[in-house]
């Protein structure tokens, strides 16, 4: 399958700071989707992304597709408590349909 | 939104026995469906992408005569791990798109776990 390294490995911050979380891959993708993973739960989409370039918004989360299609960022503002969790980077190759996902991000938001 | 349902969400099973996941797509049509597994902090893997009324496709390295798959309706597919080992215990995740969404919506998981 292909390798979608995402940095940083985790994250320990104070609430309220805010939070950038990046994925890159050697291919390039038409796709980049982010999702949040709580413990013993399946992922939940935050964003989607379509377009080289493409920033979009849900609330506090903030992620781009790099122009390049080989990279896409995720960025949280005002970090709460209920952030907590794993994000992962999902991309999606133009050849197929099939999803694949980054290592993942482990962010815990201190009080 | 969509909706996909996982079933069990957890299982405990012998030693070479044979253990069935349900993954239903509850309020949309889903043509295909994806498998993965997720080992303790580690990312999900993708194993199969399942196929409607045709043969799953698997990714490489993975058994597709240990790993079953069964996708017979355009709502439920289905993971079968034959002759389970304790290396099978997992995370077993399924994922469908619907068409009115963007992305993929995830089933809850299966927690897989052979003594």
């Known amino acids: 399958g292909q390798q979608l390294n995402q940095s940083p490995q985790s994250m320990f911050i104070q609430e309220g700071e805010d939070v950038s979380m990046n994925c890159t891959s050697s291919?390039?993708?038409?796709?980049w989707l982010w999702y949040k993973q709580d413990p013993g739960e399946g992922p939940v989409l935050l964003i989607a992304?379509?377009?080289?370039?493409e920033l979009t918004s849900n609330g506090r989360l903030t992620a781009q597709f790099g122009i390049t299609r080989k990279d896409s960022f995720l960025n949280i503002s005002a970090s709460i408590p209920s952030d907590v969790g794993i994000y992962f980077c999902?991309?999606?190759?133009?050849?197929?349909?099939?999803?694949?996902f980054g290592t993942g991000t482990s962010l815990t938001v201190i009080p | 939104g969509a909706v996909v349902s996982q079933h069990p969400s957890r299982v405990i099973c012998k030693s070479g026995t044979s253990v069935k996941i349900e993954c239903r797509s509850l309020d949309f049509q889903a043509t295909t469906m994806f498998w993965y597994r997720q080992f303790p902090k580690q990312s999900l893997m993708l194993m199969a992408t399942?196929?409607?009324?045709?043969?799953?496709?698997?990714e490489q390295g993975v058994e597709k005569d240990k790993f079953l798959i069964n996708h017979a309706s355009l709502t439920l597919s289905t993971l079968t791990v034959t002759s389970a080992h304790p290396e099978d215990s997992s995370f077993y995740i399924c994922s469908a798109r619907a068409q009115q969404d963007y992305g993929y919506t995830f089933g809850s998981g299966t927690r897989l776990t052979v003594v």
């Open positions: 992304l379509y377009k080289a370039g």
């Open positions: 999902a991309g999606q190759l133009s050849t197929g349909n099939q999803f694949y």
């Open positions: 399942s196929n409607e009324g045709s043969k799953a496709t698997y």
């Open positions: 291919s390039i993708f038409n796709t």
